[in-house]
């Protein structure tokens, strides 16, 4: 039996059996989620765990000297505290919100008891989890191998997934992080991907004009984390 609600916005809650459901309805609690919002800040306790409905978070790597790369997207198809699943209760990255939205939210000692309570619930949280390590790892292959204007292309598919809008607010601030490059290679990326007519850039927006170009420019570097999400989640 599947959820209790089909019109949940956030699609793991929207997977969960009723039961399942209801050991965690009464626990959680509408959010608005502001631009640059913290969900998690490195190697402090995860007080609470998200599950997006609208707007972006990224999760981002931080090394010593304080660089930062991006190396995961949450939207509504899943949820922060991905530690919290695995039994741990920090993780050495931040994740915060680039791209502002609404969601709920749940203490972290009252998910951990839901997901003893029901094993079905903790399966479902897993692969979750499962696929948002896909999703790291292909990342980190996208930056290592691809070219700027393929890793931006893919970005943009991976943001247009999780926002029911062709436009998207993104800054040049952002989007460096999110490719690990300067400022003057991501004005490079949107100049390209502007020539070939896939995008419209403006002045903290990106407008999508044509996904089918952009799936063709990304390649292969788009596409197995979100099968990979259908076969563990639906």
Partial sequence: MLAASPTQRNRLLARLSQRDFQ?????????????????????RPIEDVYFMETG????VAVQSGEKRVEVGLIGCEGMSGSAVMLGNHRSPHSTYIQVEGEGQRIKSDKIRKAMEDSPSL??????????FMVQT????????????DQRLARWILMAHDRVASSTLPLTHEF??????????????A??????????RA?????????RKGLERCAGVSYGVPEAEFRRLIG
């Fill in 23 to 43: 050991l965690l309805k009464a626990h959680l609690e509408p959010v608005v989620l502001k631009l640059r919002h913290d969900l998690e800040k490195p190697n």
């Fill in 56 to 59: 972006i978070a990224s999760v």
């Fill in 122 to 131: 903790r399966g479902v949280f897993l692969r979750y989890v499962q696929a």
């Fill in 137 to 148: 790892a292909h990342t980190a292959i996208a930056n290592a191998r691809t070219k700027l």
């Fill in 175 to 188: 989007l460096s992080l999110m490719l690990g490059v300067r400022r003057a290679g991501v004005t490079e």
């Fill in 190 to 199: 949107l100049h390209a991907l502007s020539e070939q007519g896939l995008i």
């Fill in 202 to 210: 403006g002045v903290g927006k990106i407008t999508m004009l044509n």
